[in-house]
């Protein structure tokens, strides 16, 4: 897929258990956020703002800050440094920063059925959009029973963190359907061969 590209949220991933984790997977297999359509898609896909929201005021900086804060989840999340290097005690300081900004203000209003729908009190900025992927992920990192859950997935060369809430805490892949099968047919391909050998 070329960058900037993407236009349906199905090409987007949604899967990982946290919106904070979420976030992190647009850089898999190559950088997902390259444009302001594409993070809108996002940012839509995502839940962070109800369906129809108009993001028409999105600019050529969103991007880049959201690229910004994945940075700094990256380091606390995927990467796991230990407390008090440089390099984590500034991504924890910039993810509570974030954080601290107030996220956007919903509000229930009657939809064209007549059931409550939610929206928002105004278009969101980038800021307050920031700020819930960061609460996320501090609401994420001081929960040790949602830390034990954190998993990197086994599939070659995959780099996403997911939240295991199988049965079991057994699941292995971010994905059944990508990484999942890309194993079983590199199994399937050395049963296979080693058959041929014998």
Known sequence: MALGTVTAPHELRFDTGRICLDLLAT???EERLGSVDVLSTWITG???????TPLTHADDAWPSAFRELR???????RDRPAPGGAAYDLALAR???TARTAPPAPRAVPGDDGALVRRLEAPPGCA???AVIARDAVDLLT??????CLRQCEGDNCPIVYLDTSRG???RWCSSEVCGNRERVARH????????RA
Do not use: C, M
Request: no cysteine.
């Open 46 to 52: 995502s839940g962070l703002v109800p369906a129809g």
């Open 27 to 29: 850089s898999h297999p």
């Open 169 to 171: 805490r057994r699941r």
């Open 95 to 97: 993810v509570n920063e």
């Open 189 to 196: 391909r050395r049963r296979a061969a080693a058959l041929t």
């Open 71 to 77: 940075g700094h989840l990256a380091r606390l999340v």
């Open 128 to 130: 307050a959009l920031l």
């Open 143 to 148: 929960d040790p029973l949602a830390r034990a």
